[in-house]
């Protein structure tokens, strides 16, 4: 008879049923240097894209002050509202439900431990709001450092339009390629999205005060 300290010794997860990319020592380095270089690459092209008055910033403009509803000068909350909504109400039901949808169900009492033992879009669904929860951080952190800008100056508006275009590209496009297994497009728009980040912390870091 099996006691309960074996059960729970047992592995949680089978063997997958096919594999990704494998690396060696040799190999992995190359890919740290190019994943950093990737991230670098659109930090400057958010940057170079999203100056006053281009047409990324009158689009996001136009879409994060509800086509003019809400004052520009309240678009760095508006902004932060959606993609806290977003983050801890809509992907958070999402995961839920996704959890429900497996094969282990949604215990109330261990409500993560079947995340262990999701696949497909269940799976999908958990992993894109967990994503999210990893990035909301970075994306506050900017958002407050951009909020102790004069909101009169060139760098606050187009730091928010940087963390406008951050939003855009996790909240709006992120998410539903990663339900929709759109590897590619999901991939593109995460460094997009951290680069807009990363573009706005350099820009911050370099400008003189005013």
């Known amino acids: 008879m099996s006691s309960s300290n074996d059960s729970e010794s047992a592995p949680l997860l089978p063997q997958p049923s096919k594999t990704g990319l494998?690396?060696?020592?040799k190999t992995a380095i190359p890919v740290i240097v190019g994943?950093?270089?990737g991230y670098i690459f659109s930090a400057v092209i958010t940057v170079l894209l999203t100056h006053e008055h281009s047409l990324?910033?009158?689009f996001l403009t136009a879409l994060f002050t509800a086509f003019g509803a809400i004052p520009r000068a309240n678009m760095l909350a508006s902004s932060a509202l959606f993609y806290a909504f977003v983050t801890y109400a809509l992907?958070?039901?999402?995961?839920v439900v996704g959890v429900a949808l497996g094969s282990a169900g949604y215990d109330h009492a261990e409500p993560r431990h079947a995340k262990l033992f999701l696949t497909g879009l269940?799976?999908?669904m958990t992993a894109s709001h967990q994503n999210?929860?990893?990035v909301f951080p970075i994306f506050a952190l900017v958002a407050g450092l951009t909020?102790?800008?004069p909101i009169t100056s060139p760098l606050y508006h187009q730091s928010v339009t940087?963390?406008?275009l951050h939003v855009f590209c996790k909240a709006i496009i992120f998410v539903p390629a990663y339900l929709k297994d759109l590897g590619l497009l999901r991939s593109a728009v995460h460094f997009v999205g951290i680069g807009a980040l990363l573009g706005s912390l350099y820009q911050m870091t370099v400008t003189s005060p005013q």
Do not use: G, I, M, W
């Open 35 to 37: 994943t950093c270089v």
């Open 132 to 134: 999210l929860l990893e």
């Open 22 to 25: 494998k690396l060696n020592y």
């Open 147 to 149: 909020a102790s800008q």
């Open 122 to 124: 269940p799976y999908r």
């Open 162 to 164: 940087l963390l406008a």
């Open 91 to 95: 992907t958070s039901a999402s995961s």
């Open 56 to 58: 990324l910033d009158r």
